[in-house]
T-cell receptor, first 111, second 115 residues
């Protein structure tokens, strides 16, 4: 089936540190891939997307590259800020305009 | 544009009570969705409506019903609430199908507690 796996557990890091959140997927074909962000008390917002292999999505200093060889779409940011504290969800598109979401990763950035 | 709006923001129900969660979007999107979010579970799709006039079950439809009232509105009904339905509910919408716009736009959520 179509599914997304994110690394387990919250991520706690200091301001200006490098952030990586791993995401791997299982799907038929080459689906569009997404990262969504959820700030406390809010709904999800699209952070970035990639629609085909080797595409790089980027926004607000975050990047992710669509790697079909490793079926991965890892999220990275070179220097995090306290304002980046949020929950991050990886997702893929599948049949009939639906998205499959990973379980999310809580990111806490300490000043 | 208000985007996707949901009412109410918070609700407390007793076991066995019924209620309807309302959702509306003003972006002329064809597809609409209802999810629930539980700790450690991510988002799970309850029901969706690929286009006006159609609805389909998602991963966790038991205990829920939906109505796609028109293109703008998609409601979720709990006929007899149970404590297992305590969750945060999100509505989302998505533009007409094309090669690039599968992204979904989310409402602010409804936090429901069933006692």
């Amino acid at each position: 089936g179509n599914s997304v796996t994110q690394m387990e557990g919250p991520v706690t890091l200091s301001e200006e540190a490098f952030l990586t959140i791993n995401c791997t997927y299982t799907a038929t074909g080459y689906p569009s891939l997404f990262w969504y962000v959820q700030y406390p008390g809010e709904g999800l917002q699209l952070l970035l997307k990639a629609t085909k292999a080797d595409d790089k999505g980027s926004n607000k200093g975050f990047e992710a590259t669509y790697r079909k060889e490793t079926t991965s779409f890892h999220l990275e940011k070179g220097s995090v800020q306290v304002s980046d504290s949020a929950v991050y969800f990886c997702a893929l598109h599948y049949g009939n305009n639906r998205l499959a979401f990973g379980k999310g990763n809580q990111v806490v950035v300490i000043p | 544009n208000a985007g996707v709006t949901q009412t109410p923001k918070f609700q407390v129900l007793k076991t066995g009570q019924s209620m309807t969660l309302q959702c509306a979007q003003d972006m002329n999107h064809n597809s609409m969705y209802w999810y629930r979010q539980d700790p450690g579970m991510g988002l799970r799709l309850i029901y969706y409506s690929a286009s006006e006039g159609t609805t389909d079950k998602g991963e966790v439809p038991n205990g829920y019903n939906v109505s796609r009232l028109n293109k703008r509105e998609f409601s979720l009904r709990l006929e007899s609430a149970a404590p297992s339905q305590t969750s945060v509910y999100f509505c989302a919408s998505s533009p007409i199908h094309n090669t690039d716009s599968y992204e979904q736009y989310f409402g602010p959520g409804t936090r429901l507690t069933v006692t």
